[in-house]
Nanobody, 128 residues
Framework: VQLQASGGGLVQAGESLRLSCTGS????????MSWFRQAPGKERKFVAA????????LYADSVEGRFTISKDDAKNTVYLQMNSLNAEDTGVYYC??????????????????????WGQGTLVTVSS
């Protein structure tokens, strides 16, 4: 299993970025995907997730309405469109993979322990 995240960079507050995470070695269409981020000196925290069938998306309160997660099974890629970025969005963004076609109740998609594989991370820096 390999996951490659890309799309990070340095932007000004209020601008947008789109992150991508492309995978191989597993069945993408049966995989739930997530994005977590880790700010300097802090623990990795949930940002967004999408269920394996694509019907369910989940967001952290801090990004709800600004970020959109989507997946393209034909391209084996999950995206995170990030709009209206602010300094608090700064951090290394990691994509997580659960390849088991599991259905989670409640906010189970935001549980870090459900994701078995991780990409290498891509750095997002937002200057204010």
């Amino acid at each position: 299993v390999q996951l490659q995240a890309s799309g990070g960079g340095l932007v000004q507050a209020g601008e947008s970025l789109r992150l991508s995470c492309t995978g191989s070695g597993f069945t993408f269409s049966r995989s739930s995907m997530s994005w977590f981020r880790q700010a300097p000196g802090k623990e990795r925290k949930f940002v967004a997730a999408i269920s394996w069938g694509g019907a369910t998306t989940l967001y952290a309160d801090s990004v709800e309405g600004r970020f959109t997660i989507s997946k393209d099974d034909a391209k084996n890629t999950v995206y995170l469109q990030m709009n209206s970025l602010n300094a608090e969005d700064t951090g290394v963004y990691y994509c997580g993979l659960d390849p088991r076609a599991r259905t989670y109740s409640g906010r189970g998609l935001q549980n870090r322990g459900n994701y078995l594989y991780w990409g290498q991370g891509t750095l997002v820096t937002v200057s204010s």
